[in-house]
């Protein structure tokens, strides 16, 4: 019997890390830039845009001093975060990643030159007029 419920209990926990990891990655649009548990600052990156180049569609960030480049591919999915003006999050685009905005980007692959498979981009109650 105590094999059993070791097994059982086993079973348990791989099922329920599964569904926590799953549900993290359906409702990740909803969290705010660098509250993700488990990923931001660790697996992502945070810090602000240095430039993007829409004719490569790449952009270069700056985090802690260093600046990193990314890929954003038609599968990158672009987030614009209005979470600090009490307001739901919404879909963006390319042309939302401006110089100067603070973001989150989860890479796809490792390494540099990696795609983006996700960006966050946090609005500003001084940026919503245009938006």
Sequence with gaps: MPR?????????ALIA?????HGQKSTERFIPVGQSPGLSGKVTYIGAIAAADAGTRTITMTRDGERHAFG?????RIWLDRSRMKL?????????LRRGRRIELMPAGP???ASAEWIKVEITAAEAPGR
């Design 17 to 21: 890390g599964a569904s926590h990891a």
């Design 111 to 113: 390494g540099p030159g």
């Design 72 to 76: 954003v591919t038609g599968e990158t």
């Design 4 to 12: 059993f419920l070791a097994i059982a209990v086993v079973i348990v």
């Design 88 to 96: 739901t999050t919404l879909d963006g685009g390319f042309a939302d």
